[in-house]
């Protein structure tokens, strides 16, 4: 057992814990720090991937910006943070039985990809992810359209919460 | 290779000799070493801090026309050890009906979003405890974390105004990162790499002479992120009773206020990596890594200073005409001179060298210029609209 994999599986103890919590606690507002918690560990899951501008993004935008968002409605929509009725409603054993189905699923599908038991490549000396990332996103050859046209579909919902929530004097 | 010349690596190198002879595991060793650098640096912040807090004091008395602290110690100096001593040994409590977990974690989370800053920062070309390629991202997301820890202040406190301090803080905060990283985004442009160190390395001349506005818009977007004055509407105690941090006592307050002042001494010493060459001086830092840390640390409380000096100089701004300010003149300001310095970086790039920095000094002035002229217009004709109903 490597070092890496005793940090990954700690790693994910603490991501999967964080999530398990963010469903049970009865506590909104400790809901949306759990949430927190478990977008942190997934920050760190992708530095250990050598994905380091992915992890400090993954900060960024959804620590940053998504969580404080979703604070920030709580607290200014709610009397009272906890939640008064049960946890669970009628219907709780057919996603109980889609959850179980996508599980397996998902096993099997992992299991039978046979990548887990190689060694990953090495990475190159001298890649620079970055710069390579900055290249794909702007070249005509890459991605620069579906980047521009992302950036038109911000801008409009932009101008649509604005329009939404303007105060005409 | 040795001591004077590369004082980290020479002491690692020992510490894994002494640790191997004592018969560890190599992967262990290395991972105790790399605790040993972290706590060594957290703690040399730590007593740093202290002495900022007498800094602060002294400088803010003498704008006061004052002289401060001057009665523990030989001007003062034992006046920090008494305030540190005072604040532990303060009751501990939390406030009825306060979330207790998010309470008590929320003064630690503050400290850390600072301490982590200093993973990144190059106090010499061989000093520097990660070179992260990504360094700017990383202060951007430090700052996340701090936002963080000051909804999760004002939200557990269970106090009406504590909450809206926060809000208001947070609301500040969010906003004038937009602004931040588009001024972060110049130094890139201007020398190809996100990491610190090769922003440094890159700055024969220095950025402030080739792009003086993006500096100037860093630095006030840096004082608004640290929530000190002019933007301190949250925690004035004259218009919020101290916002977020009412209900905190004792050292957990004392975390936020020296978290606060050792954030400041960070912004100072991020403003002279990015805009002052950093550990540069003329090829000071070739001679010795320890002088290189010497010029930083002078930059760094140069900064400081400057940051202190706006702060005891200027009068607090309104919560409206601080976001007003940034969302409808330093945002667009900001993007624009990101552009024209984009542009001309690129027109300029081959050409000599007083040329090309008369020219970005020139494109800077120019946009600042014209961002004035246009807000001097749009002031005129709102002043114009409100004098017409005014009768007099």
Same mark, same amino acid.
């Given at each position: 057992?490597?070092?890496?994999?005793?940090?990954?599986?700690?790693?994910?103890?603490? &991501?999967?814990?964080?999530?398990?919590?963010?469903?049970? &606690?009865?506590?909104?507002?400790?809901?949306?720090?759990?949430?927190?918690? &478990?977008?942190?560990?997934?920050?760190?899951?992708?530095?250990?991937?050598?994905?380091?501008?992915?992890?400090?993004?993954?900060?960024?935008?959804?620590?940053?910006?998504?969580?404080?968002?979703?604070?920030?409605?709580?607290?200014?929509?709610?009397?009272?943070?906890?939640?008064?009725?049960?946890?669970?409603?009628?219907?709780?054993?057919?996603?109980?039985?889609?959850?179980?189905?996508?599980?397996?699923?998902?096993?099997?599908?992992?299991?039978?990809?046979?990548?887990?038991?190689?060694?990953?490549?090495?990475?190159?000396?001298?890649?620079?992810?970055?710069?390579?990332?900055?290249?794909?996103? &702007?070249?005509?050859?890459?991605?620069?359209?579906?980047?521009?046209?992302?950036?038109?579909?911000?801008?409009?919902?932009?101008?649509?919460?604005?329009?939404?929530?303007?105060?005409?004097? | 290779?040795?001591?004077?010349?590369?004082?980290?690596?020479? !002491?690692?190198?020992?510490?894994?000799?002494?640790?191997?002879?004592?018969?560890?595991?190599?992967?262990?060793?290395?991972?105790?070493? !790399?605790?040993?650098?972290?706590?060594?640096?957290?703690?040399?912040?730590?007593?740093?801090?202290?002495?900022?807090?007498?800094?602060?004091?002294?400088?803010?008395?003498?704008?006061?026309?004052?002289?401060?602290?001057?009665?523990?110690?030989?001007?003062?100096?034992?006046?920090?050890?008494?305030?540190?001593?005072?604040?532990?040994?303060?009751?501990?409590?939390?406030?009825?009906?306060?979330?207790?977990?998010?309470?008590?974690?929320?003064?630690?989370?503050?400290?850390?979003?600072?301490?982590?800053?200093?993973?990144?920062?190059? /106090?010499?070309?061989?000093?520097?405890?990660?070179?992260?390629?990504?360094?700017?991202?990383?202060? +951007?997301?430090?700052?996340?974390?701090?936002?963080?820890?000051?909804?999760?202040?004002?939200?557990?406190?269970?106090?009406?105004?504590?909450?809206?301090?926060?809000?208001?803080?947070?609301?500040?905060?969010?906003?004038?990162?937009?602004?931040?990283?588009?001024?972060?985004?110049?130094?890139?442009?201007?020398?190809?790499?996100?990491?610190?160190?090769?922003?440094?390395?890159?700055?024969?001349?220095?950025?402030?002479?080739?792009?003086?506005?993006?500096?100037?818009?860093?630095?006030? !977007?840096?004082?608004?992120?640290?929530?000190?004055?002019?933007?301190? /509407?949250?925690?004035?105690?004259?218009?919020?009773?101290?916002?977020?941090? +009412?209900?905190?006592?004792?050292?957990? @307050?004392?975390? @936020?206020?020296?978290?606060?002042? /050792?954030?400041?001494?960070? @912004?100072?010493?991020?403003? !002279?990596?990015?805009?002052?060459?950093?550990?540069?001086?003329?090829?000071?830092?070739?001679?010795?890594? @320890?002088?290189?840390?010497?010029?930083?640390?002078?930059?760094?409380?140069?900064?400081?200073?400057?940051?202190?000096?706006?702060?005891?100089?200027?009068?607090?701004?309104?919560?409206?005409?601080?976001?007003?300010?940034?969302?409808?003149? $330093?945002?667009?300001?900001?993007?624009?001179?990101?552009?024209?310095?984009?542009?001309?970086?690129?027109?300029?790039?081959?050409?000599?060298?007083?040329?090309?920095?008369?020219?970005?000094? $020139?494109?800077?002035? /120019?946009?600042?210029?014209?961002?004035?002229?246009?807000?001097?217009?749009?002031?005129?004709?709102?002043?114009?609209?409100?004098?017409?109903?005014?009768?007099?």
């Amino acid at each position: 057992m490597t070092a890496e994999q005793i940090i990954f599986l700690i790693v994910a103890l603490v &991501t999967l814990g964080s999530a398990f919590m963010v469903v049970t &606690t009865r506590n909104l507002i400790h809901a949306a720090f759990w949430l927190v918690a &478990t977008l942190f560990g997934v920050a760190v899951v992708y530095a250990l991937l050598n994905a380091g501008f992915l992890a400090v993004v993954q900060v960024v935008v959804y620590i940053g910006a998504i969580a404080i968002l979703f604070i920030f409605a709580v607290m200014l929509t709610r009397k009272d943070a906890r939640d008064q009725g049960p946890q669970t409603n009628k219907t709780w054993w057919i996603g109980a039985l889609l959850a179980v189905g996508a599980f397996f699923g998902l096993v099997s599908l992992v299991l039978g990809w046979g990548g887990s038991s190689k060694a990953a490549a090495g990475i190159p000396s001298g890649f620079d992810a970055v710069g390579l990332l900055g290249e794909a996103l &702007t070249s005509p050859n890459a991605y620069v359209l579906p980047f521009e046209v992302a950036s038109v579909l911000l801008l409009a919902a932009l101008v649509g919460a604005v329009y939404v929530a303007f105060n005409r004097k | 290779m040795n001591f004077w010349n590369d004082p980290l690596k020479t !002491a690692a190198d020992w510490l894994m000799g002494v640790f191997m002879g004592w018969g560890m595991n190599e992967v262990v060793a290395h991972i105790l070493i !790399a605790f040993l650098g972290v706590f060594l640096l957290i703690m040399l912040l730590m007593v740093l801090d202290i002495f900022l807090v007498w800094i602060e004091r002294k400088v803010v008395a003498r704008f006061q026309d004052r002289i401060g602290p001057n009665r523990l110690g030989p001007f003062g100096l034992i006046q920090p050890f008494a305030d540190i001593v005072k604040l532990l040994i303060k009751e501990d409590f939390t406030p009825g009906g306060a979330d207790k977990v998010v309470y008590n974690i929320a003064p630690m989370l503050s400290m850390m979003s600072v301490l982590i800053l200093w993973a990144i920062v190059p /106090l010499a070309p061989v000093i520097l405890s990660v070179d992260l390629n990504v360094g700017l991202l990383y202060l +951007i997301a430090a700052g996340a974390i701090g936002t963080l820890s000051i909804i999760m202040a004002g939200w557990s406190s269970n106090n009406k105004f504590a909450m809206i301090g926060a809000f208001r803080q947070v609301a500040v905060m969010v906003s004038f990162e937009v602004p931040m990283l588009a001024t972060l985004l110049i130094p890139t442009i201007l020398s190809g790499s996100m990491g610190l160190n090769g922003i440094v390395q890159a700055q024969n001349t220095w950025f402030v002479f080739i792009a003086p506005l993006a500096a100037l818009i860093f630095l006030i !977007a840096a004082i608004a992120e640290l929530g000190r004055a002019p933007f301190d /509407l949250s925690e004035g105690e004259s218009e919020l009773v101290s916002g977020y941090n +009412i209900e905190y006592a004792g050292m957990k @307050f004392g975390m @936020f206020y020296a978290g606060e002042l /050792l954030h400041a001494f960070t @912004f100072g010493g991020f403003w !002279a990596i990015l805009f002052f060459g950093g550990y540069r001086f003329f090829g000071l830092e070739q001679v010795s890594p @320890f002088l290189a840390v010497a010029v930083m640390v002078f930059k760094a409380m140069l900064g400081y200073w400057i940051i202190m000096w706006v702060k005891y100089t200027m009068m607090r701004i309104r919560i409206d005409h601080m976001l007003a300010f940034n969302w409808k003149f $330093l945002t667009p300001l900001a993007f624009v001179l990101l552009m024209v310095v984009a542009l001309a970086n690129a027109l300029l790039a081959g050409t000599p060298a007083w040329l090309y920095i008369s020219g970005m000094f $020139l494109s800077n002035v /120019l946009v600042g210029w014209a961002a004035l002229e246009v807000a001097r217009t749009v002031s005129r004709r709102e002043r114009e609209k409100v004098e017409g109903v005014v009768t007099t």
